[in-house]
């Protein structure tokens, strides 16, 4: 593995190796994660990343860490090698803990890495033949337990796309396996609601507010508001998709199942407003933190 290396602490060597096979994380997968773009040389939204590290960590029962060493160990990676980490991932795994699904008295390794980006440009999309549960005990939790995005992704990949997009259990639009949707049509951007069983996606997020702001009609849609079948409108032409995440940014689907289909224009409007603002604002406050700062 290549890029800069940090764990509970320390930099280490990218072959050094640093976490026992017993790791609850390694096990099971029993851990959580983020991914940050680097901008302008600053890990991009770090602080509304490490809240939703904090709600992953909460959702999934974990032992409480200390929020400053992660940020410790970014600024390490972002200082190691500077011009060649255009990424961030932070990685939390529970730690030592028996070979079954109970987890220990292990605690937490914390793991960031730093190195290249990987994002493509444009987004070539697929529909995925299996369904995201709504109701699972992680739904909306960025878990390291992400095995059905990797089949996903696997399933893409082997159809020449990047990208795969599944509905929830009730046939709904939901997300895809490392973004969130946005569907432009008759004159607006709806987004699939959380209640969909999607990730809050910090891009989603901020392409919400700062899109409100600019005066771009974008909103989440209503509960099954967005079915799958939407979809088809795209492919006919008469809407059109975006991806979001925090390596893409927002970027359209120009090919769906292997047909080409056109990008949005006010997708296109909204994508330009996010960039205007990421580059304005490099760690944007979370919604309730904001009068606090
Ligand atoms: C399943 C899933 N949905 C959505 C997203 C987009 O989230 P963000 O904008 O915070 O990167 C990701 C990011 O990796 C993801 O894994």
């Given at each position: 593995m290549s890029g800069v290396v940090w764990v509970d602490g320390a930099l280490r060597a990218a072959n050094e190796?640093?976490?026992?096979?017993?790791?609850?994380?390694?096990?099971?997968?029993?851990?959580?994660?983020?991914?940050?773009?680097?901008?302008?040389?600053?890990?991009?939204?770090?602080?509304?990343?490490?809240?939703?590290?904090?709600?992953?960590?909460?959702?999934?029962?974990?032992?409480?860490?200390?929020?400053?060493?992660?940020?410790?160990?970014?600024?390490?990676?972002m200082q190691a090698n500077p011009a060649d980490v255009a990424?961030?991932?932070?990685?939390?795994?529970?730690?030592?803990?028996?070979?079954?699904?109970?987890?220990?008295?292990g605690l937490p390794n914390i793991i960031v890495w730093g190195g290249p980006a990987s994002a493509p440009r444009q987004c070539r999309a697929v529909r995925s033949p299996w369904r995201r549960n709504e109701r699972s005990a992680i739904a909306g939790v960025k878990s390291t337990s992400y095995a059905e995005n990797v089949v996903m992704a696997k399933f893409a990949a082997d159809k020449g796309a990047d990208e795969a997009l599944v509905s929830n259990t009730f046939g709904y639009l939901c997300e895809g396996t490392g973004s969130n949707v946005m569907i432009e049509r008759r004159g607006e951007i709806l987004t699939p609601p959380l209640s969909s069983g999607c990730l809050a996606g910090i891009t989603r997020g901020l392409a919400l507010e700062w899109g409100a702001r600019a005066g771009v009609p974008v909103r989440v849609a209503a509960p099954g508001e967005l079915e799958m079948f939407v979809l088809d409108e795209v492919m006919q032409g008469v809407a059109h998709a975006s991806v979001t995440s925090s390596t893409r940014g927002i970027q359209p689907i120009v090919n769906l199942d292997g047909a080409d289909v056109a990008p949005g224009p006010l997708l296109k409007k909204l994508s330009d407003v996010y960039e205007m603002n990421a580059d304005a604002d490099p760690d944007p406050a979370p919604p309730r933190l904001r009068s606090a700062v």
């Open positions: 190796p640093v976490i026992l096979a017993g790791n609850h994380g390694v096990t099971v997968g029993d851990g959580v994660f983020e991914t940050l773009a680097v901008r302008r040389g600053a890990p991009f939204a770090l602080t509304r990343h490490l809240v939703r590290l904090q709600y992953s960590m909460d959702r999934m029962g974990m032992r409480p860490i200390d929020m400053a060493e992660v940020r410790a160990g970014v600024a390490a990676v990424r961030v991932r932070i990685t939390v795994i529970s730690g030592s803990g028996p070979m079954s699904s109970v987890r220990g008295t």
